[in-house]
């Protein structure tokens, strides 16, 4: 497949629960986003990295949000002490070269739904 | 704030009809998207455009960057097109290089 992969597809946790959210971009993809996506909403930026390097970190609604993408390829989402309102669709897209430019689409994965009990 | 406003929210339609679903932007973007959610949560990328028009088979998606509005049109619109469109704006200058997205019109085409 050569489909933006994310893993798992669904995660039931515990209020409390620390959880990771696994993204395997197309491969040779630069740019990695991740979003949020709450019940009849639209998704919401998270993060953003460039290769390796996070450069905007700026949606991660708290501090018990941290992603990383140590090889500038595969990244993940980690969700600690997990609230119910961190209940939602978690989606990571790719592109080819820097950002959502014109000339490089973004390629969305399916998504992991993350319901905290 | 960038803001992307969609409209309708929910739209049901008979198999046939001619759908549009409008998508409003607030200030100078760099491209607009058109993007489809199936149930399950997996996206789809349908059209990414900065002026003009594009077509892809019963597909149309046009945008005045001067009113700042886009439409995506479906023709002889048919069950398996019943979905969530979703209207996403690429914003130029600094800041994420992601895109805002809209809230999603939510499309139900009964045969």
């Known amino acids: 497949g050569a489909g933006v992969s994310q893993s798992p597809r669904y995660k039931v946790a515990k209020r409390g629960q620390d959880v990771a959210l696994r993204c395997d971009p197309i491969s040779g993809h630069v740019s990695l986003f991740w979003y949020q996506q709450a019940l009849g909403q639209g998704p919401e930026f998270l993060t953003y990295f460039q290769n390796e390097a996070q450069l905007d970190k700026s949606g991660l609604p708290s501090d018990r949000f941290f992603a990383e993408r140590p090889e500038g390829s595969v990244s993940t989402l980690k969700i600690q002490r997990t609230q119910q309102e961190d209940s939602a669709v978690y989606l990571c897209?790719?592109?080819?070269?820097?950002?959502?430019?014109?000339?490089?689409?973004?390629?969305f994965g399916n998504g992991t739904r993350l319901t905290v009990t | 704030k960038n803001e992307v406003e969609q409209s309708p929210q929910n739209l049901t339609a008979q198999e046939g009809e001619f759908i549009t679903i409008n998508c409003s932007y607030s200030?100078?973007?760099?491209?607009l998207h058109w993007l489809q959610q199936h149930p399950g949560g997996g996206i789809v990328s349908l059209f990414m455009l900065s002026s003009g028009k594009k077509k892809h088979g019963r597909l149309i998606a046009t945008i005045n960057i001067q009113e700042k509005h886009s439409s995506l049109h479906i023709t002889a619109s048919h069950p398996r097109d019943s979905a969530v469109y979703i209207c996403?704006?690429?914003?130029?200058?600094?800041?994420?290089?992601?895109?805002?997205f809209g809230k999603g019109t939510h499309l139900i085409i009964q045969p």
């Open positions: 897209a790719s592109s080819l070269t820097r950002g959502s430019s014109y000339n490089s689409p973004l390629h």
């Open positions: 996403a704006a690429s914003y130029s200058g600094g800041g994420a290089d992601g895109l805002t």
């Open positions: 200030v100078g973007i760099s491209a």
